[in-house]
């Protein structure tokens, strides 16, 4: 059966000091849409039990997929022993994918070990996914040309008008719009904020923001079947 590595961020922290970790329907949407097809593995820069963003939590209380994620002792356990990056073999696995939340803008993005991964996945043709913040994790990884795999790319991730929605662009050493847009990328968002943006080049999956997170998972898993 073909694997995918999940990378979550080891940030509980923003630079303004509060709490945040990844985004709970971020990584629970797609994970349902996944697993019934595929062996899933989870990582993070300092491995097991990666934060969850607990305002996540609340805004999502009455998601089904959400509640669910909460509950599942499959789940519960792969958060346990979730791999430092340090520990993963790219050669292992068909996919990544990386859940957003604040936090993989924190650590993600200025972790070396991260880079190297995310340009072996990148470089070896396969699927190399995220949504929401997640793309921030992408910003070291490079193509074989030694320029940024957003370079020439379409790609979305969170817009910059969404985290001034929030009020949060102090809270993040970037805003991720503008760090796509910085690497060559052609940065692409839904017609409202909010809304449901995917975007498939070549094997770069990217999606805008939590309502987003379901379609990456469809979008990874006919990538993936094809």
């Known amino acids: ?14 630079l303004t000091g509060s709490q945040t970790g990844y985004y709970l329907p971020e990584a629970a949407h797609p994970y349902y849409v996944l ?49 430092k ?12 994918f990386y859940p957003g939340g604040h936090g993989p803008v924190l650590d993600l993005p200025f972790d070396t070990t991260n880079h190297k991964i995310a340009s072996e996945f990148f470089q070896s043709g396969k699927p190399t996914s ?18 940024s795999i957003f370079n020439g790319k379409k790609a979305t991730g969170f817009s910059n008008e969404e985290e001034e929605t929030v009020q949060m662009t102090k809270a ?13 990328g052609i940065y692409e968002k839904a017609p409202a904020a909010w809304g ?19 379609a990456v998972g469809e979008a990874l898993l006919a990538a993936l079947k094809k």
């Open 1 to 14: 059966m073909p694997s995918i590595l999940f990378v979550f961020t080891s940030a509980d922290k923003t």
């Open 35 to 83: 697993a019934p097809h595929f062996t899933i593995d989870f990582a993070s820069p300092k491995g097991a039990n990666p934060p969850l963003d607990e305002g996540s939590v609340k805004l999502f209380a009455e998601d089904k997929e959400s509640v669910q994620w909460l509950k599942d002792e499959t789940v519960k356990s792969k958060l346990a022993s979730a791999k």
């Open 85 to 96: 990056l340090s520990e993963v073999k790219v050669s292992d696995y068909d996919a990544v």
């Open 172 to 184: 993040v050493p970037f805003l991720l719009e503008d760090k796509i847009k910085e690497n060559g």
């Open 130 to 147: 995220a949504v929401c913040h997640g793309p921030a994790a992408l910003v070291g990884a490079t193509g074989k040309d030694g320029k």
């Open 196 to 214: 449901e943006k995917v975007i498939v080049d070549g094997n770069l999956i990217t999606g805008q923001n939590p309502a987003s997170a379901k």
